[in-house]
């Protein structure tokens, strides 16, 4: 039986990682097991109406109690890589201090599990699950939670360090600040555009301590962050969109590129913000601004700006997930040309790519996910083509490995190339899982043929 979707025919590099992803809160479950403390998306689950389904992570899909079965789940696709983050309220649940022998054996037995199946390990540290009872004492909009990063980022290294392919600080802070500060959408649900800058700014600022420290420490793990980032369009030709997208471009991409790899904030957004500004000490910049051995980037979409801001995704003509998102994958390509062109960009990792599909169906004797073959064959094919052109492209990574917790979606929302069953918590690999397979056998072949 051959796949649904044509296999790309690019040869990629033979070291290029492959790889499937999750996040701890997202599957782990066990919310409440062997001493692990509440993390703030713990507590933004029980505020009524903050989960599309009224839903939680307590028992997600059960990985925690199913580690080892999913380990030889992820062997099986032929991958060579895992990207995972750490709880960190299950390693030291208040933030600071203590920590939490059991937490770190689960760790260490995921990455040892992993090494013992040939898979690469790469570990993020914040996915977002800070520990309540840092946010109970300001969370990231105080600056102390900084610090408290770092001394987080160090006693993962000294535990699993030595072991890990590449180590990211921080999964997507635009996120974290914008939709869990400004627009209160996610956790913890504040709507301040003056806390979002603040949480922006020590989110950056934790990232460049914490590689300092980690480097100071003997870091022998690849160090890097994840940004989500879209190529930004305006709607119409008009002066106004124009300017809109210019604006929307600064506060999605710029405003994490240009700290992170110019050493300032970029002035538009600065102007934008006004008195909301981040509040920015001296060293901050240059601390934020350290090498990076590699750059994460998170990739689902474009996005269209309209001044009136009345532009709705249906109005462009594409396909769209059940996200609302549309399918535009040569903006993968224009995003990374892009930043190849301004920026003096290390390594790329795509380290999330994927789509939300109605709940596959079984056909020919298994469940057939074809739009998701095609979403994943058409954007590896960008990604090829980035690399063609010039960008260091170093892997591409499968948002996501399994179905699971989506976030203020609940389990409403399946981005997996295996199949879980919220009731059994049974897994079953649907049609994409056996198309990534074929593709890794083909890259394989094209790897040894030279």
């Known amino acids: 039986m ?26 782990e479950g066990a919310a409440t097991a062997d001493g692990k403390g509440p993390s703030v998306w713990d507590s933004f689950c029980r505020q009524p ?48 201090g203590a920590w939490n022998p059991a937490g770190l054996d689960f ?10 199946r040939g898979l690469q390990a790469h570990l993020t540290l914040n996915h977002w699950d800070l520990p309540q009872a840092l946010q109970q004492q300001g969370g990231w909009m105080h600056r102390d939670t900084v610090q408290h990063f770092v001394d987080y980022a160090r006693g993962i290294q000294a535990r699993l360090g030595d072991r890990l392919s590449t180590l990211a600080t921080h999964n997507e802070p635009w996120v974290m600040a914008t939709l869990g500060h400004e627009t209160g959408i996610f956790a913890p649900g504040v709507k301040s555009r003056r806390s979002a800058s603040a949480v922006a700014h020590h989110l950056l600022l934790s990232h460049g ?5 980690l480097r100071a420490d003997g870091a022998r793990a690849r160090l890097g962050i994840v940004l989500n980032q879209s190529p930004v369009q305006p709607a119409t030709p008009s002066a106004e969109d124009a300017a809109a997208a210019r604006l929307e471009d600064g506060k999605l991409v710029r405003w994490y590129m240009d700290p992170l790899l110019k050493g300032a904030y970029p002035e538009d957004v600065l102007a934008w913000l006004g008195d909301d500004g981040p509040p920015v000490q001296a060293g901050d910049l ?21 001044a009136s801001g009345a532009w709705d995704a249906r109005q462009g003509g594409l396909p769209l997930t059940e996200m609302g998102w549309e399918i535009y994958p040569q903006g993968l ?3 990374l040309l892009r930043l190849k062109r301004d920026y003096a960009v290390p390594p790329l990792v795509i380290t999330e790519n994927g789509g939300a599909f109605p709940d596959a169906t079984w056909h020919d004797g298994e469940l057939a ?24 492209m ?57």
Request: one cysteine or more; proline letters at 5%.
């Open 209 to 213: 301590l914490s590689l300092q420290a």
């Open 286 to 306: 240059a601390a934020i601004a350290q090498p990076l051995d590699w750059l994460g980037l998170n990739y689902y979409s474009r996005a269209v700006v309209s």
């Open 49 to 96: 109406g903050a989960i599309a389904d009224a839903s939680n992570g307590d028992v997600a899909c059960d990985h925690y109690h199913r580690l080892e079965a999913d380990l030889d789940l992820i062997a099986s696709l032929g991958v060579n890589s895992y990207r995972f983050s750490v709880s960190w309220p299950r390693v030291q649940p208040l933030g600071q």
């Open 394 to 450: 170093a892997g591409y990574i499968v948002w996501s490995l399994m179905d699971n917790f989506e976030w203020a979606s609940g389990y409403a929302k399946r981005f997996g190339i295996v199949h879980v069953d919220y009731q059994s918590l049974a897994r079953t690999p649907k049609r994409s899982a056996r198309w990534l397979s074929a593709f890794m056998a083909r890259q394989r072949l094209l790897a040894a043929r030279g």
């Open 2 to 27: 051959s796949p649904i979707a044509p296999l790309p025919t690019q040869a990629f590099p033979a070291d290029f990682i492959w790889g499937v992803a999750t996040a701890a809160f997202q599957i």
């Open 107 to 116: 760790y260490e037995r995921l990455v040892d599990g992993l090494l013992a």
């Open 333 to 335: 390509t224009e995003l």
């Open 369 to 392: 996910d074809d739009d998701r073959c095609a979403y994943l064959a058409s954007h590896i094919g960008a990604v090829g083509d980035a690399l063609a052109a010039g960008v260091p």
